[in-house]
């Protein structure tokens, strides 16, 4: 059974910087797809960034792009989120995903079956 537990959330100020850090239990990061998503009080849920399985290329979403950088660190069996430059509207609970989904659904919540419980990013004006 995977598990993911997510950690690095916080209280920031706009134009402040954060790191995300998502640890596998149970099975390899490596052989997953893994990915961020993020989701705000009343809105649905909304794709960050992901690694396809074996790390054959990194996807993000137009608004996080170039402010944030996804990486990994096999040995620790851990993902991490670099968040640069963060706006307001970064603000939300941040999730991470396993699983393996279709390449053409890498950006959407569909074939990620295991999520980890989130962590709460707040950035203030």
């Known amino acids: 059974q995977v598990q993911l537990v997510e950690s690095g959330g916080g209280l920031v100020q706009a134009g402040d910087s954060l790191r995300l850090s998502c640890g596998a239990s149970?099975?390899?990061?490596?052989?997953?797809?893994m990915a961020w998503f993020r989701q705000a009080p009343g809105r649905e849920r909304e794709f960050v960034a992901a690694?396809?399985?074996?790390?054959?290329?990194?996807y993000y979403a137009g608004s996080v792009k170039g402010r944030f950088t996804l990486s990994r660190d096999n040995a620790k069996n851990t993902i991490f989120l670099q968040m640069n430059s963060l706006k307001p509207e970064d603000t939300a609970v941040y999730l991470c995903?396993?699983?393996?989904?279709?390449?053409?659904?890498?950006?959407?919540?569909?074939?990620?079956?295991?999520w980890g419980q989130g962590t709460q990013v707040t950035v203030s004006p």
């Open positions: 995903a396993a699983g393996s989904p279709i390449l053409s659904a890498t950006m959407t919540s569909q074939g990620y079956r295991t």
């Open positions: 149970g099975r390899t990061i490596s052989t997953d797809t």
């Open positions: 690694f396809r399985r074996n790390g054959s290329r990194t």
